[in-house]
């Protein structure tokens, strides 16, 4: 069992993460808008971004929120590589 400044340090490690990787995924959404205003996407394209953005911060939320907090800090300390983008890539047919 963790002591309370234990667990107060590894949500702080959580937050940090989930906010940095979330921003990184709103970044992804700002690019796939500005090609669509340049008429590098069409509007299928861009939605398709807006989807699999969706479903990365999903995925990026259940791993900072469901598991436990010290078992994810861990994991972050020890540089876990996920690419929460191409998790929420969506799945061939």
């Known amino acids: 069992m963790s002591s ?3 667990r107060r340090d590894a949500l702080e490690v959580v937050r940090a993460y989930h906010e940095a990787r979330l921003a990184e ?3 992804r959404v700002c690019d796939g ?13 861009t939605d398709r971004v807006l989807f699999q953005y ?14 436990d ?3 994810s800090a861990g994991l972050i300390r020890d540089g876990v590589g996920i690419d ?4 929420g890539a969506p799945r061939p047919r």
Do not use: H, I, M
């Open 33 to 45: 808008v500005d090609r669509f205003r340049a008429g590098d996407l069409s509007a299928f394209e």
């Open 4 to 6: 309370k400044s234990e």
């Open 69 to 71: 907090p010290e078992f």
């Open 54 to 67: 969706s479903r990365a911060a999903k995925e990026l939320w259940k791993f900072c929120n469901l598991a």
């Open 25 to 27: 995924l709103v970044q």
């Open 84 to 87: 929460w983008w191409e998790r």
